[in-house]
């Protein structure tokens, strides 16, 4: 009863037109084109934080003749939220936001124009050194966490563009 309730299952995962990205390894089509990929120098810490992670997640390594340019334009603010009754702030929140576009170098022609972002709470400690070492932690880990966004919502692009 048990296998035949698991090839059930099997066959009806098969008809649900679930395709895996990355099908073909590094010669299938999506990473064909995250290898063709030129990203644009992004201004500021966070943009050197989030222009190394993209580069490192496309594998920017051994990479074929750029055909797409990734242009990112970051917003990173840091604003205070808990606020004692000595007007300190007791906690602060990371904003990093991202819009970034991909643009065809033979048209020129933008095949996606997306946005991602992320945010991160932030304790204020008594030591100065704890949160300024707090507050960059939290740049590195949203600089992370955009490049993920923004390589997988370029991946999905590319699957679907013939």
Do not use: F, H
Not at 80 to 90: A, C, E, F, K, R
Not at 120 to 137: F, H, K, L, N, R
């Amino acid at each position: 009863m048990r296998a035949l309730a698991l090839l059930a299952g099997l066959l009806a995962l098969s008809a649900c037109g679930l395709q895996p990205m990355y099908a073909g390894g590094s010669s299938g089509a999506v990473a064909r084109g995250l290898s063709a990929i030129e990203v644009a120098p992004i201004e500021g810490q966070a943009g050197w934080l989030v222009r190394n992670a993209v580069r490192d997640r496309i594998g920017i390594a051994g990479q074929s003749a750029a055909q797409y340019r990734l242009v990112v334009r970051l917003d990173d603010a840091l604003e205070g939220l808990g606020v004692l009754s000595d007007d300190t702030i007791s906690r602060e929140r990371r904003i990093l936001r991202a819009r970034y576009q991909l643009v065809d170098l033979a048209s020129g022609d933008i095949v996606l124009d997306a946005t991602a972002g992320s945010d991160a709470g932030i304790d204020v400690v008594s030591s100065e050194y704890a949160t300024i070492a707090a507050e960059q932690t939290a740049l590195e880990n949203l600089s992370r966490e955009i490049a993920d966004q923004i390589v997988r919502q370029v991946s999905l692009t590319l699957r679907e563009t013939p």
